[in-house]
């Protein structure tokens, strides 16, 4: 399984910027995995950022980005996108687009992020 981020990108504070992961791979059925956002800035622990689930796309967001980030997906067109607006420079770090099947460890998956850089 293959995912790929991108949309990835220097903007100004208070900008905007959609993130996209496309997942693919043999055997994958992308409508069965929650798909999750994390990101990580220089020196500081991964964050989870947003989260939509399989089934009835239950959102989750972490508190600093509520009001700000959208996540959505459609099942049938795959991928899951991350929509920023109001950016600030905090907002600064790799984004990371995971796949994993409920509580899985081997059905748990990466990509190989993209960076975001928001300047003052």
């Known amino acids: 399984v293959q995912l790929v981020e991108s949309g990835g990108g220097l903007v100004e504070s208070g900008g905007s910027l959609r993130l996209s992961c496309s997942a693919s791979g043999s055997g994958f059925t992308f409508s069965a995995y929650d798909m999750t956002w994390y990101r990580q800035a220089p020196g500081k622990e991964l964050e989870l950022v947003a989260r939509i689930t399989s089934g009835q796309s239950r959102t989750l967001y972490a508190d600093s980005v509520k009001g700000r980030f959208t996540v959505s997906r459609n099942n049938a067109v795959n991928p899951v996108y991350l929509q920023m607006n109001g950016l600030n420079p905090e907002d600064t770090a790799v984004y990371l687009c995971?796949?994993?099947?409920?509580?899985?460890?081997?059905?748990?998956?990466w990509g190989q992020g993209t960076q975001v850089t928001v300047s003052s």
């Open positions: 995971n796949a994993r099947w409920g509580a899985s460890d081997a059905l748990n998956y």
